[in-house]
């Protein structure tokens, strides 16, 4: 290995200079690779957190729309996305096939 005098014709504290800055700039990096995790399982988190709002909604809709039915019978109009089949989640096969 060649020793930093000979590859960049540089004093030996100019030499530690540049050490010290490869040092900082890896650092920085870990630093950097730190944060994002740390801000990737906040989202994880804050996205299992909506998305199970979003289920509670859906299914206290639907609870709501049938005690409605149960009360009004064939009557009450039917709103598209509360039928059973939309409510079931599909499996990735069934994704992938045409309707």
């Given amino acids: 290995m060649l020793d930093c005098m000979t590859v960049l014709d540089l004093a030996p504290s100019e030499c530690f200079s540049l050490n010290s800055m490869g040092v900082a700039i ?9 944060d994002l995790e740390r801000e990737r399982k906040t989202m994880t988190r804050l996205w299992a957190k909506r998305e199970e709002q979003i289920r509670g909604v859906i299914e206290s809709t639907a609870g709501m729309y049938g005690d409605l039915q149960g009360i009004a019978g064939k009557s009450l109009q039917e709103i598209e996305g509360l039928e059973l089949t939309a409510l079931e989640p599909k499996n990735p096969i069934q994704q992938l096939l045409p309707e």
Wanted: glycine share 0%; aromatic share 12%; charged share 35%.
């Fill in 26 to 34: 890896v650092e920085k990096f870990t630093d950097m690779q730190a």
